[in-house]
């Protein structure tokens, strides 16, 4: 009878370490009145998420006193793996995106850079364009030219010649305009002599008064 109530209690003693094992490796709490799973979860270091996957809670904001929950176990690991994972993949966007901006970055700044000799050129262009038809000897012979033919006055007329630079009416075509007999003169001027220089130049070495 002695040997028998002694295993019984070796077995129970047995069973009670077991049991104390399990509820260490559980880490069960006990709902008490005025808990809520946030506050569990603050109490015990982890996370609302992982509490209701643990107890498979339809509703997180429903719970009763006396209910057993689980606070601890894979959930927490899942939870801290999921968010390492998802914050590795935002880094990894974050990288790939600062790369596609410096990469975009880079070639604005390359064709800018291909661009400007372009823009330098047509600039240097026009500058000279537009220094040969209006130089200094040019807009004196110009000047001269015109003051020999009509003493510069838009009105004069002599038979078939009018204006300023004594072009024959055929070349206006009815238009005696100040500004027509100025575009005419330098279009014949230019197709003629290369420049209005040349003209007067040409006016002398022929003796014409």
Do not use: C
């Amino acid at each position: 009878m002695k040997i028998k109530n002694a295993l019984l209690s070796t077995a129970a003693a047995t069973a009670s370490l077991f049991a104390i094992g399990a509820t260490a490796q559980a880490a069960t709490v006990t709902v008490k009145s005025g808990d809520t799973v946030s506050a569990i979860a603050a109490e015990n270091n982890t996370t609302i998420a992982a509490i209701q996957q643990a107890n498979h809670l339809k509703d997180v904001n429903l719970i009763l006193v006396g209910q057993q929950l689980e606070v601890n176990g894979d959930s927490t690991t899942t939870t801290s793996t999921q968010t390492t994972q998802q914050t590795t993949t935002t880094q990894a966007s974050t990288q790939t995106s600062q790369a596609q901006t410096n990469q975009a970055s880079q070639t604005q700044s390359s064709q800018a850079q291909t661009s400007t000799p372009a823009a330098k050129t047509t600039t240097q262009t026009t500058s000279s364009t537009s220094n040969y038809s209006n130089s200094g000897s040019d807009s004196a012979a110009k000047a001269w030219i015109a003051g020999k033919e009509s003493g510069g006055s838009y009105s004069a007329r002599n038979g078939q010649y009018i204006g300023k630079y004594q072009l024959s009416a055929s070349y206006l075509n009815g238009d005696y305009s100040a500004a027509n007999q100025e575009r005419v003169a330098n279009s014949y001027v230019s197709s003629r002599y290369g420049s209005w220089s040349n003209a007067k130049s040409h006016w002398l070495a022929n003796g014409w008064n």
